[in-house]
């Protein structure tokens, strides 16, 4: 089944302390994203990346990292994370072919007390 | 400045009406429009889409409007049933696919029995 994976889905922290998302999909899909949902913002994208090695910043890129390694995989990285970071967060992957559907993950409930 | 403007934050609407969700977008080179669903406690899911050298694409129940002049698209639900109850996303993007999808910020629309 093609899909889009996030782990964990429900993660409560403290500031500053280091964590990890990740996120894997089994489409062979070349670009990736991530993106947070806060109320009354929709939907803003984070950071992306067109294939493995290529990342660059979305619209709200500010406390977060990425990587691409490997071509399923895209963690988001939160070095130092504040209570501002406190959102729900989707990982989602499509094809570079123009005109290709994107793919969501289920999401990640972060809270950063 | 936001690109792509949803500007009804919620839309009700009786079982077997119509339901016409509208966006509204400013940058002209966008070519490709999304429709994405997202129910509670799931990531958001492909609805439809259409290309900017199409004024109409149908699925079913569900019909895309695109006005280029006007730079303003539509979604139809007809008709509306209890299960479309969910917050709906326009997305736009431009080139050949390998640029960000940029989204509005959502209408919440709601079915009544």
């Known amino acids: 089944e093609a899909q889009v994976t996030q782990n964990p889905r429900y993660l409560i922290t403290v500031t500053g302390k280091k964590l990890t998302v990740t996120c894997s999909q089994n489409?062979?899909?070349?670009?990736m994203s991530w993106y947070r949902q806060d109320p009354g913002l929709g939907l803003r994208q984070i950071y992306y990346?067109?294939?493995?090695?290529?990342?660059d910043k979305g619209d709200v890129p500010e406390g977060y990292k990425v990587s691409r390694k490997e071509k399923r995989n895209f963690p988001l990285i939160l070095e130092s994370p504040s209570p501002n970071q406190t959102s729900l967060y989707f990982c989602?992957?499509?094809?570079?072919?123009?005109?290709?559907?994107?793919?969501f993950g289920p999401g990640t409930r972060l809270t950063v007390t | 400045d936001q690109q792509v403007k949803q500007n009804s934050p919620s839309l009700s609407v009786q079982e077997g009406r119509i339901s016409i969700l509208n966006c509204d977008y400013t940058n002209s080179m966008f070519d490709y429009f999304l429709w994405y669903k997202k129910y509670p406690a799931e990531g958001p899911t492909f609805l439809i889409s259409?290309?900017?050298?199409?004024d109409k694409n149908e699925d079913g129940r569900f019909t895309v409007f695109l006005n280029k002049s006007a730079k303003h698209l539509s979604l139809h639900i007809v008709p509306s049933q209890p299960g479309d109850s969910a917050v709906y996303f326009c997305a736009a993007t431009t080139g050949a696919g390998n640029t960000p999808l940029v989204f509005g910020k959502g209408t919440r629309l709601s079915v009544i029995a």
């Open positions: 259409i290309s900017s050298i199409k």
């Open positions: 489409m062979n899909h070349e670009y």
């Open positions: 989602a992957s499509r094809s570079g072919t123009s005109g290709a559907k994107q793919y």
């Open positions: 990346s067109m294939n493995v090695e290529v990342t």
